[in-house]
């Protein structure tokens, strides 16, 4: 694979600044009582212990006091902070609550649907780190095992990513993911359509692979690395700007054909050689070079992927 900006450069290769946890304070009503309407974590297995209750969805549960959320009721566990601490939960409010492993909302998951009233599984308890309130009392069927419910004209909801370090695949929110990769391709900096032009290319690459993958490694399968085999995936590397790249231009995607646009792309265009000649690779130093020149998003796209169209 060539090696792209992420690769080349020190700085961005640690990632960026992890998104800051929302502050407990914000919790409206969290007063270690499991009342109706609450989603509660509890300390110990089989609901003892002490307990943390929430109305809202939480990203970051944050790891040290004053800020992080912490087990408020009486009983063991009382003060502490509830990431990775919490073994059992009970649902009582109206809606499906999906507790992630890690922060953000991504990673495996448990649901606990409205009244559920269990221990976490094996693979979370004492391994929680975010949780959301889905938009209804049952989740929409999503994708499991190695489908996607991804179409040339849908992006997938989630996407399989393969942890190289950790030897595990997570199954992630796309959207995260995309705005998790974007801060490790694009510098934050950069200008704001050379941002958009890599939230679309970071966002058709994942949804390509999504929809063409059939890698599997240890038997696991899986649609893209966290490295630059794919692209760069750092949970938690999420930045303003770049963020504001994707949620810009979510609606948009590179077609050919009538198809997903693979939309590859390298660090320059001496990185890429002369494959990026052939109207299937973006030069990324290339895309800041035009923006500063006052080049839209969608024109760099059209100057680098020949015959695609941009659709909405």
């Given at each position: 694979?060539?090696?792209?900006?992420?690769?080349?450069?020190?700085?961005?290769?640690?990632?960026?600044?992890?998104?800051?946890?929302?502050?407990?304070?914000?919790?409206?009503?969290?007063?270690?009582?499991?009342?109706?309407?609450?989603?509660?974590?509890?300390?110990?297995?089989?609901?003892?212990?002490?307990?943390?209750?929430?109305?809202?969805?939480?990203?970051?549960?944050?790891?040290?006091?004053?800020?992080?959320?912490?087990?408020?009721?009486?009983?063991?566990?009382?003060?502490?902070?509830?990431?990775?601490?919490?073994?059992?939960?009970?649902?009582?409010?109206s809606k499906t609550v999906r507790v992630y492993f890690n922060s953000n909302y991504s990673g495996r998951?448990?649901?606990?649907?409205?009244?559920?009233?269990?221990?976490?599984?094996?693979?979370?308890?004492?391994?929680?780190?975010?949780?959301?309130?889905?938009?209804?009392?049952?989740?929409?069927?999503?994708?499991?095992?190695?489908?996607?419910?991804?179409?040339?004209?849908?992006?997938?909801?989630?996407?399989?990513?393969?942890?190289?370090?950790?030897?595990?695949?997570?199954?992630?929110?796309?959207?995260?993911?995309?705005?998790?990769?974007?801060?490790?391709?694009?510098?934050?900096?950069?200008?704001?359509?050379?941002?958009?032009?890599?939230?679309?290319?970071?966002?058709?690459?994942?949804?390509?692979?999504?929809l063409h993958s059939t890698r599997k490694e240890n038997g696991m399968c899986f649609d893209v690395y966290?490295?630059?085999?794919?692209?760069?995936?750092?949970?938690?590397?999420?930045?303003?700007?770049?963020?504001?790249?994707?949620?810009?231009?979510?609606?948009?995607?590179?077609?050919?054909?009538?198809?997903?646009?693979?939309?590859?792309?390298?660090?320059?265009?001496?990185?890429?050689?002369?494959?990026?000649?052939?109207?299937?690779?973006?030069?990324?130093?290339?895309?800041?070079?035009?923006?500063?020149?006052?080049?839209?998003?969608?024109?760099?796209?059209?100057?680098?992927?020949?015959?695609?169209?941009?659709?909405?």
């Amino acid at each position: 694979m060539i090696s792209r900006l992420a690769a080349a450069s020190a700085a961005l290769a640690v990632g960026g600044v992890v998104l800051a946890a929302p502050s407990p304070a914000s919790a409206a009503g969290r007063d270690g009582v499991c009342q109706t309407g609450e989603f509660c974590y509890y300390f110990n297995s089989n609901h003892k212990g002490s307990v943390s209750d929430f109305t809202k969805s939480v990203a970051n549960y944050a790891t040290k006091q004053p800020e992080c959320y912490d087990f408020k009721g009486a009983g063991a566990g009382k003060g502490k902070c509830i990431k990775n601490e919490a073994a059992a939960a009970w649902n009582r409010s109206s809606k499906t609550v999906r507790v992630y492993f890690n922060s953000n909302y991504s990673g495996r998951y448990q649901d606990f649907k409205p009244g559920a009233k269990v221990n976490l599984s094996a693979a979370l308890k004492n391994q929680n780190a975010s949780h959301k309130f889905m938009s209804s009392g049952s989740p929409s069927p999503g994708p499991t095992g190695c489908k996607t419910d991804a179409t040339h004209s849908k992006p997938p909801t989630t996407i399989l990513v393969y942890r190289k370090k950790l030897n595990r695949v997570d199954r992630v929110n796309f959207k995260q993911y995309v705005k998790d990769v974007l801060p490790n391709e694009w510098y934050a900096s950069w200008p704001k359509e050379s941002l958009r032009a890599g939230a679309i290319a970071a966002k058709n690459h994942g949804w390509w692979w999504a929809l063409h993958s059939t890698r599997k490694e240890n038997g696991m399968c899986f649609d893209v690395y966290d490295s630059t085999y794919s692209q760069v995936y750092k949970p938690g590397s999420a930045k303003s700007a770049t963020s504001a790249a994707v949620n810009a231009t979510w609606g948009t995607r590179l077609t050919k054909g009538g198809k997903i646009f693979q939309a590859q792309y390298c660090q320059n265009t001496t990185a890429c050689r002369t494959w990026w000649r052939n109207g299937e690779w973006m030069s990324q130093e290339g895309s800041r070079d035009l923006a500063r020149k006052g080049w839209s998003h969608t024109k760099i796209l059209n100057y680098y992927y020949k015959g695609i169209s941009i659709r909405k």
